[in-house]
């Protein structure tokens, strides 16, 4: 076990000051709603990297018949506009909960005043139909579905399902937000860490993700398989009261 | 795809500005009144090496939708920076001048010159809807001023360049075919992310977190080497202190930063045909510089080896110009930016282009007479010739000069400078150089503008 605090807790030094681990029963195949606080890493000359919040994230996820349910909400604050986009997604009853039919919802909002951007929001919509993933808006562009794929958002739930044991990979291509393609993706459990964050030593498991068109990936989950904490080259997704604040 | 291939004779021994005259003639008179000029779809990368393209060749990269333009249109193989730096290269595309006019010679130091038109101002007093989205940068200038801004997006790639094109999407499908012609400009900042990488790992192996994955790109062939440099690039050596591995994972992580821009690339592509308007859309793609892809041992740019000068540029434009052809004989500049997008759009540029117009080259007319050298500068200090055979680079009170034969030695190994056998092409190159700069209306730089970082401001006021 890795005691020394890993990049991807120390980066954002004053926000984990005051950062709680979550409590409580979880799981990953019940119904769950979790928010996450999305920063900006911004490295300076001299190895220091300054964060800042610039947006959040909320995953629902629900059981249903039919298949699971993801519902998304993501805002992302770019300079002087917000960019929120809410996804519902219908997903196969498998490890990748690969998407089976989606609606997503943009809309852009200037920031101050925060009024609505003309000409710029979209609906979106997609399926999965003879082996095709089908994505509609102004026209539909067809594409054959690789073997094993995901959405990007959904591995928010499809960690949860993972098992923490080594040498467990998932081989999979992704689709961002249904629909940009990022083959060769690779999910590799990379162990177990203990992280002294806000006075507590909080054990925790790491998930690595490599693949095409993405910079590389940490998932941190809790020992209730919660992910805690996802971090990329300049992105890092904190679970935690405060993303309540940053979605609209 | 078509390939064309350098043929020195036949080749003007003027400069860029010498065959501008030459240039004029050719140039086709301006669209007839009831003739609705193209929409311009000018994208930009940060930092994108002119190899960092699958169409080009590059093995450790997957770019599909540059790859769909470049087959569409046609790739420039000898495509080079005004000014290999952000600010300075941007601000070259948007007035057609050189930095030592248009004022910009540096990152975030001196502004450009208030008078001086930039393409946004040209385009939207000429019927344009001049639209911006994503990185401006060019210092001293709010492109609100300019452009309607869509969205400004955030020094970071990564977080913006997906919000970027989406914009850009929403902009484009609700465009009607026919309607007021638009000049989209979209500045996505990936691979520039790069450069946070380097900050994050600099000098500190462990810092190396990952597990590297087995199919990192072997080092390039020039990243050793042991030949005297100017001291500005010199010392750009000095920060590094990567192992092989830690090399090749740097340059693992930046084409994954190229993928991600081409996918902000393929989205609004995407856009712009389901819209219907790729038949009406002049469509650009270029990048401001290079990266050093840890060739001669360097990351970054604000040098003039190939691997920070020499960047992508493709133009495309659906049954008007040639598709899938690569030029590699004709030398081409960021400064010709504006001088392109203007003829395409039916005007004359603003006063004084120091580029050339590209149309005559798009339309496949390749009988036509070209320039035979082209400048870039860095750095208010550094300054480089390049012929079709050679590269002569020079920095001002610097005694190290150097000279390549970039046809023998592409990965510019061996410097021919001191060699007696090539005085009489130093003498040549350093003549030329100096005549362009005599035919420069040069902007007496004032005092820098003011930074928050007190180092900065003392750097600058040195350089």
Known sequence: MNATLPRDWSVLADRMAGWLPPEGPFAPAGAWKLSYERHALVPEPGGKTAGGQAGGLVIAYAPDASGPRVHVTEAVVTGATTVTTTAAYQCAADQLLTPTRWDLDIRWESRMPRVPVAGLDQKRSGRVEGGEIVCAAAKERRRTAPRNWTADWLLFAVLPRLPFAAGATLDFDLFEEGELHKPDQKLAYAGAHAVEVGGKNIQLHVFEQFGRGVTPTRWWLDAQHRVVLAASERRLYLLGPRAKGATP | ?463
């Open chain 2, 1 to 463: 795809m078509t390939t064309l291939t350098t043929n020195r004779r036949g080749f003007l021994k003027t400069g860029g500005l010498g065959a501008l005259g030459l240039m004029l003639a050719e140039r086709r008179a301006p669209a007839a009144p009831e003739q609705r000029p193209p929409n311009i779809l000018f994208m930009h990368t940060d930092q994108q090496h002119w190899e960092a393209l699958s169409a080009f060749g590059c093995a450790h990269v997957r770019t599909p939708a540059m790859d769909r333009l470049a087959a569409a249109g046609t790739s420039f193989s000898l495509s080079y920076s005004a000014n290999p730096v952000c600010c300075p290269a941007r601000t070259c595309w948007y007035t057609g001048r050189a930095s030592q006019e248009n004022g910009v010679i540096m990152n975030d130091a001196w502004p450009i010159a208030p008078d001086m038109p930039d393409l946004g101002q040209w385009f939207g007093a000429r019927g344009y809807d001049a639209v911006y989205g994503g990185k401006w940068h060019v210092t001293g200038r709010d492109f609100k001023d300019s452009f309607r801004v869509i969205t400004p997006g955030t020094g970071i790639g990564e977080l913006s360049d997906a919000a970027v094109a989406r914009a850009a999407e929403g902009f484009l499908r609700t465009r009607k075919s026919g309607g007021k012609p638009f000049f989209l400009n979209l500045g996505f900042l990936q691979p520039h992310d790069c450069c946070y990488w380097v900050f994050e790992h600099q000098g500190d192996a462990p810092r190396t977190r990952l597990r590297p994955p087995p199919e990192m790109p072997p080092l390039p062939f020039n990243h050793g080497h042991a030949q005297a440099e100017p001291a500005m690039v010199a010392r750009r050596h000095e920060s590094k202190q990567w192992n092989a591995e830690q090399w090749r994972w740097y340059l693992w992580n930046y084409y994954r930063m190229v993928e991600m821009a081409d996918a902000a690339v393929g989205r609004v592509l995407d856009a712009l045909e389901d819209a219907g308007l790729a038949q009406e859309t002049l469509v650009v793609l270029t990048a401001d510089h290079g990266d050093g892809l840890a060739r001669h041992g360097l990351t970054s740019k604000m040098f003039l080896y190939d691997e920070a000068a020499r960047v992508p540029f493709i133009a495309a434009w659906p049954g008007q110009l040639q598709a899938g052809r690569r030029d590699e004989r004709h030398l081409v500049s960021g400064l010709d930016v504006a001088p392109t997008l203007c003829e395409f759009a039916g005007f004359a540029p603003p006063p004084k282009m120091r580029g050339l117009s590209l149309r005559p080259l798009l339309a496949g007319r390749d009988a036509t007479p070209w320039r035979e050298f082209i400048v870039s500068d860095t750095h208010g200090a550094g300054r480089m010739v390049r012929t079709p055979e050679y590269k002569y680079i020079a920095y001002r009170g610097d005694p190290v000069t150097q000279l390549f034969d970039m046809r023998a030695d592409p990965g510019e190994l061996q410097n021919l400078a001191t060699a007696a056998a090539q005085s009489g092409v130093v003498r040549d190159l350093a003549g030329r150089l100096a005549a362009w700069e005599q035919t420069l209306d040069l902007l007496p730089l004032k005092d820098p503008l003011p930074t928050a970082n007190p180092r900065k401001n003392k750097k600058r006021k040195q350089a």
